[in-house]
C-alpha cells in the first residue's frame, strides 16, 4: 500500500497527498520515447535488446492504462443510453460515456503497435 494511505487516514484529509501516477496517466508516443529515453540513460534497460526493451515498456504502458481505466469502456450499458443520449452532452458527461481522449488511450496503435504486434509473444 502506498505510504499516502497511511497518511490520509492517520492524519486528516489535509494531509493526505496523492502518488504522482495514481490518475494522471496520460500516455502516448511521445511519453512513452521520454520514458525509454530515461531508463536507456539510466542503463535501466540492460541487457534487453533495444527494440524488445522498447515494446515492454510500450507494452507495460498499455497495460496500466486498462488497468487503471479500462474498467471506464466496459460494456455495461443493457439499455443502450449512449446510442440514445450521444447528442446530449450533458447527459454523456452524467453517465460517464468514454470520450475520444479515453478510447485513444486505450488503442494499442496509440502506443506504436501494428496489426502485426497482435499475434507477437512479448515477455513482460
Known amino acids: ?25 496520460t500516455g502516448g508516443v511521445g511519453d512513452i520515447s521520454t520514458i525509454i529515453a530515461a ?10 535488446g533495444s527494440s524488445n526493451g ?13 488497468m487503471t481505466h479500462g474498467h471506464l469502456v466496459a460494456d455495461i450499458d443493457p439499455l443502450k443510453l ?8 450533458s447527459l454523456a458527461q452524467k453517465f ?6 479515453l478510447l485513444k488511450l486505450l488503442d494499442p496503435h496509440h ?3 501494428t496489426e502485426a504486434d497482435m499475434d507477437k509473444e512479448v515477455s513482460v
Open 1 to 25: 500500500m502506498h505510504a499516502s494511505w497511511n497518511a490520509y487516514f492517520s492524519g486528516g484529509a489535509d494531509s493526505y497527498q496523492a502518488p504522482p501516477t495514481l490518475g494522471q496517466q
Open 39 to 48: 531508463l536507456k540513460a539510466s542503463g535501466g534497460m540492460a541487457g534487453a
Open 54 to 66: 522498447d515494446e515492454q515498456v510500450r507494452l507495460h504502458m498499455l497495460l496500466r492504462a486498462f
Open 82 to 89: 449512449k446510442e440514445h443520449y450521444k447528442e446530449s452532452p
Open 96 to 101: 460517464r460515456f468514454p470520450d475520444e481522449d
Open 111 to 113: 502506443y506504436g503497435f
